[in-house]
């Protein structure tokens, strides 16, 4: 996966406005996730996070066996 789009952009997901902005945006980066390739893709950071720590806590379940 590419960091940005052809046109070299990244986009961020702005957790204190809950929108997706591109580099230049007025969120400071501590309270971002990202960055992501594409609009669409910032625009499901929540969704993304929450699969990520679903499979982190399988495998920490896995772990403890």
Do not use: C, I
């Not at 996966?1 to 070299?8: C, L």
């Not at 992501?36 to 499901?44: Q, V």
């Amino acid at each position: 996966m590419s960091m940005s789009d052809d046109s070299g952009k990244h986009y961020w997901y702005s957790l204190t406005r809950n929108a997706v902005e591109e580099d230049n945006g007025p969120t400071r980066g501590k309270d971002r996730l990202g960055p992501f390739a594409t609009r669409e893709e910032a625009s499901r950071a929540l969704e993304l996070a929450q699969e990520r720590n679903r499979e982190w806590d399988a495998q920490d379940g896995d772990d403890e066996n």
